[in-house]
Every structure is written in C-alpha cells, then in structure tokens.
C-alpha cells in the first residue's frame, strides 16, 4: 500500500512539475500602477475593518502567482525578489509543495494545530528527523521549534540565560531563595544577565529582541529597553580586494571593542550576530571576523548565538551561512525561520534545560509547516538548488558591478555572498524613485527564491538597466 502511494504522490508530482514550469510567465507584465486600483479597494475594505494597513504595499493573487512571478490584485506580474521577507523558499505553487500539501497522508496533520510541548502527535519525531535533523548544522545536538524569528532568537537567548545560571550555581542547584526572589524581579533568582548585539542588528520586535535591534527609529520608539551592550559591526569598502588592510583594520576596531566590554562586564553571558545584517542594510563581514569573534567569546565562557533567520536553507549558496567561516568551534545556539517555514533554534548538548515548561509556550511551532520544509528539502537535494543560488548569485552580482561601473553617479557598493546581494543608491531620493519605477516589473530587495536562476537574474539586470538609463 505505501509503495502504491509513494507512486500516484511521484506521479502527480511530475505531472504537477510540468505544469509549474509551464506556467511560471515568460517575463513581467504590466496592467495598473502598483498598486492598483485593486489592491487600493482591497486596502480599504480592511481599513474599514480596523486592520492596521500601514505597511501594505500591494495585495497578491496567490493563485495566479507562479514560480519566481507573483501576480497583484490587478493582474500585474512581476519578477519577485523580494518573495515575502525572504520566506518563500522554492517560489509560488511549487509543484512539489503543492503535491505535498494534497497527499491525503497529511490531511490530519494539516486539520489539527497541536500543543507540541504537551502531546504531539505520533509522527512528530519522524517528521523532525526527515527536516530539522536533516540539515541540523555541525555541532549542534539539540532542536526547539518555534513560530517566528522573533520567539526563537527570544528563546535561545533564554536558554543562554538559563546554562549561565547553571554555572554560576554549580552544583547547589535550584534554592529556596533563587524561587523566591525572582518572583520579585529581584537577585539572585533574577540575574542581571545581558546579551551583547551590534550596531545595525535586526533580530525581531518582541521585547527582548527589540534591544538587540538597532536598524530604525521605528521599529523602537516608546518600547522600554535592556540596559545591554552594543559594538560596531564592521562597515566594509568595495571592492573588498582594493581595500584589504582598511577593512582588517575595521575589523580588528570592531573585535576589540567586543574585548573590551567583555572584560569589563561578566553579566554579558552571550553573543548575537547576524551572518549579514540584513534589515540593516546588507553588512557583510568577512569568514575571518567570525572566526574571531567565536574564539574571543568562547575563551571567556559567553555563548555564541547566530541567527540564521534570514540567511539560513541556502540563500548564502551553502545551507547555512556560518558553514562558510570555517569555524574550529561551532557556535552554541543557530536561530532559523523565514525560508524553513518552521522557526526554532538548534543548540549545543550542553544548553539542555533541566526542568520541563522553561522553554515553553502552547503550540512549539506548526507540525503543517513540517511538511513544506520536507519538500524544500527534497528539491534542494535533487535539483542542486545550493548550485543555482550560487550561479545566479553571481550573476546578479557580476550584473550590478557592471552598472555600477556604467551608472557610477547613481550606484556604488555591489556586494553580497549567494542570491543576498545589494548595491547601495546615492541617494535616498534616488533609490525611492528607483524602487518605484522597478515595480512596474520587478519587486526588490534582493531575497528571491532558491529557484531564482541566472535567466531570472537577467530579467532583473535589464529592466534594471532601463530604470537608470530613465533615471539621468
């Protein structure tokens, strides 16, 4: 019987993988300004609704939208660089998810939404060893899933707070007096504990994460904040080859103020960092600053937190993209989301609660998510998909240095590691204008999908190139 199945799910597979690549359009299509008239009703009627719409760019028919094309409410179709914060892995109604989400074997796990930390359901430890075991990055030993970027980089950083507090306590254990006093917000059961972050992070909006978080005025105003430590992240100059000893130089100013506050405050139990900052700006440092940094916080006992959220499940061209540092000592907590469509943190033996319900919360995460990310990882494997983020990479970014070199008044800084590549505009003014004149074909910031090839990437160059030759 399973045989059977795996068999009409490998045929309609196919089938479905035929009509996908048929469908995906042959380029971009204008029909209204974006948004249109459409999507301005739609904005409306939840407005209307007492929905916050602020933010809202345009509304997508997630039907018609196929592939690397998403389609707006009013028929425009546009190459998607964007692709929902960096959180479609393989693009829109990809034959393999699609396939997935209607075999008849997920159906329950699709109907039912389960507290996973009290009784999850008797596939689940199947299902986290086909995905998140799978791709469990070197080092690590333990998994925690979550909901969103936010609560797992919250909840890492707990487990952080938790294995300082272990130590410190040794072998007395849990007192009388760390119960109750933290229920007072007082010492020692509420230590004054702090994670150090860098200038230019992003890593969520929940409370404690906002204080890592250092991009916009925004995102912070009237949210009360930790007291915690923050340093530069390194601001490099392109191109790197040309400016070899100014950016080790940056990078060494960087490094030694983490020294130094680690020195100076033994509170700071843990580190934060991006692989680059991505929300703030695309900031890349280089395999040998992270080398560095690992080194300097385990020779002081502070834990290492990466957060993968927006760089992890192959954007960099390699899974994850602190796999490139060649790193002697792997960190102790990795953060993911966005494109594994399940958000957790994966941890090292050593960080495993002693008691039940410190790391907790009702429902763990979305078994239904599970599924999805088996597929990505299905297609990833057999179609290579790490190769072609690496081939449309470059592509991309061969392209923007060549119109950087012809456009040299409007573009300046192409950079980037994988498909996570930007260029930065001369202006603020000018990017505005250039933004807008791209969604008449293209939506940007430079997150596409793990399918995003160099054809895609070509797209993308020429209409690019006829915005700035407008743009003079």
């Not at 699609?98 to 997920?106: E, L, P």
């Not at 992003?202 to 916009?216: D, I, N, P, V, Y």
């Not at 505005?432 to 008449?440: C, V």
Request: overall charge neutral; aromatic content about 6%; hydrophobic content about 40%.
């Amino acid at each position: 019987m399973f045989a059977r199945a795996r068999r009409r799910l490998a045929g309609a597979l196919a089938r479905a993988r035929a009509r996908g690549a048929a469908n995906e359009p042959a380029g971009p299509r204008a029909r209204a300004p974006v948004p249109g008239p459409k999507s301005a009703s739609q904005l409306e009627r939840l407005r209307a609704s007492g929905v916050d719409v602020g933010s809202i760019r345009y509304f997508v028919d997630l039907d018609a939208s196929a592939g690397n094309y998403v389609v707006d409410a009013d028929g425009t179709t546009m190459l998607d660089m964007h692709c929902h914060i960096a959180s479609l892995p393989l693009g829109y109604n990809h034959p393999r998810v699609m396939a997935a989400i209607g075999d008849g074997r997920n159906a329950s796990t699709l109907a039912h939404r389960p507290a996973l930390g009290v009784c999850p359901p008797t596939d689940w430890a199947d299902r986290i060893a086909r995905t998140l075991l799978r791709v469990m990055p070197r080092g690590m030993t333990r998994v925690t899933t979550m909901a969103c970027g936010a609560c797992a980089n919250e909840h890492a950083m707990k487990a952080a707070f938790i294995g300082a507090a272990n130590a410190r306590r040794g072998a007395r254990g849990i007192s009388a007096e760390d119960i109750a006093s933290c229920m007072e917000h007082e010492t020692p059961g509420t230590p004054n504990f702090k994670v150090l972050s860098f200038e230019g992070a992003f890593h969520g909006r929940t409370a404690a994460c906002l204080t890592l978080t250092h991009t916009k005025w925004i995102h912070k105003l009237d949210f009360p904040a930790f007291a915690w430590p923050k340093c530069r992240f390194p601001r490099l100059k392109y191109p790197l080859e040309a400016h070899a000893e100014e950016n080790a130089a940056e990078e060494a100013k960087c490094l030694d103020e983490v020294e130094e506050v680690l020195a100076l405050d033994e509170d700071v139990v843990a580190v934060i960092v991006e692989p680059m900052q991505a929300e703030g700006g695309d900031n890349h440092a280089s395999p040998d600053f992270f080398r560095r940094l690992r080194e300097i916080t385990r020779d002081r006992g502070v834990r290492l937190i990466v957060d993968e959220v927006q760089t992890g499940c192959g954007a960099s061209g390699t899974f994850w993209a602190h796999e490139a540092w060649g790193l002697e000592h792997p960190p102790d907590l990795v953060t993911f989301s966005k494109k594994m469509q399940i958000a957790g943190f994966y941890a090292t033996a050593d960080l495993a609660p002693e008691l039940p319900y410190r790391i907790f919360n009702t429902w763990m995460g979305d078994p239904a998510k599970l599924i999805q990310l088996e597929a990505v990882l299905d297609e990833i494997e057999e179609q290579n998909l790490l190769d072609v983020v690496k081939s449309a990479g470059s592509t991309l970014l061969e392209g923007l240095e060549r119109l950087q070199a012809k456009f040299p008044s409007v573009l300046a800084n192409a950079r980037g590691v994988g498909t996570l590549v930007a260029v930065d505009c001369a202006t603020t003014e000018m990017r505005d204008k250039l933004l807008k004149d791209l969604l008449q074909g293209v939506t940007i910031r430079a997150r596409p999908s793990l399918t995003f090839t160099s054809a895609h990437a070509g797209v993308f160059l020429e209409i690019f190139e006829r915005v700035l030759q407008r743009s003079q």
